[in-house]
């Protein structure tokens, strides 16, 4: 079997670590280009009038690579790894993904969405309708993510925080605090899930990328404070000229204000 993608996504997350577990939770905003030359603005008709459509897309990113196992995306007590057909790992024999996200609007051969869980350039085979009454079942038992249900942690953001990781993004640098939000959420010093380590009681820092954000669990609270963004780089490193990740300069103009912490 051969499939050709009819289309591609576009949106703003880069890497993995950037797009929610389901989009539902924290997705992002973005657009399925179609190919052109291939009648699909005459396919779309009719489709601008449903408020959610189904997204068959490839895993093109997974290098050929499954397990039959997978680690639950949250703690799940008394459980190690479930199996990858009773999860929705990436991981798969098949790298097909499929999700639910909001149709916002059809613009001839653009669809324009909301709380998608895609990486950009992520091939699209297929658009489907979602339809209430043959697709959602809000009562039906969800096996073990029941065990693991837990309500989220909120995500708090001190100022300093907020100034630096403005200042990232208006560089052309990373959203720092969405996607610290999507990583925190949850089982905040989980390690196994995220590159996360503890520094002290009830304190912690996570990685993305070359930066690192600093951040306070209240856990009788259930509330995760971000305090603030240091960059990953010495600054003997950041005065060398290599730069394998292609971002020196970006830290180098963060190094320079008042933002490290």
């Avoid at 449903?50 to 949250?74: C, H, K, Q, S, Y």
Wanted: aromatic share 10%.
């Amino acid at each position: 079997m051969t499939f050709d993608p009819i289309g591609v996504f576009r949106g703003d997350a880069a890497y993995k670590y950037e797009v929610p577990r389901q989009g539902v939770f924290a997705g992002g905003a973005g657009r399925v280009e179609f190919a052109s030359g291939q009648n699909f603005e005459t396919a779309l008709r009719g489709l601008e009038g449903f408020e959610r459509i189904w997204l068959v897309f490839v895993f093109d990113r997974n290098a050929g690579a499954w397990r039959p196992t997978t680690r639950p995306p949250v703690p799940v007590p008394g459980l190690d790894r479930v199996g990858t057909f009773a999860s929705r790992a990436p991981y798969r024999p098949n790298p097909i993904g499929l999700s639910c996200v909001r149709l916002v609007g059809v613009r001839g051969r653009v669809i324009d969405v909301e709380e998608a869980d895609l990486l950009d350039g992520t091939p699209i085979l297929d658009v489907k309708p979602y339809v209430p009454a043959a697709d959602a079942f809000p009562e039906a038992r969800a096996g073990w993510l029941e065990r693991g249900a837990e309500e989220p942690w909120r995500v708090e953001t001190a100022p300093a925080f907020d100034a630096a990781a403005a200042f990232v993004l208006s560089a052309g640098g990373p959203d720092l605090a969405r996607t610290a939000r999507l990583q925190l959420a949850r089982a905040p010093f989980d390690g196994s899930r995220k590159r996360v380590a503890r520094t002290g009681e009830g304190e912690g820092t996570l990685s993305l990328r070359m930066f690192r954000i600093d951040f306070e669990a209240d856990v009788a609270r259930r509330v995760v404070t971000l305090c603030g963004i240091r960059s990953g780089y010495a600054p003997e490193e950041l005065a060398r000229a290599d730069d394998p990740y292609f971002d020196k300069d970006l830290h180098r103009a963060f190094a320079a204000c008042e933002f490290m912490v």
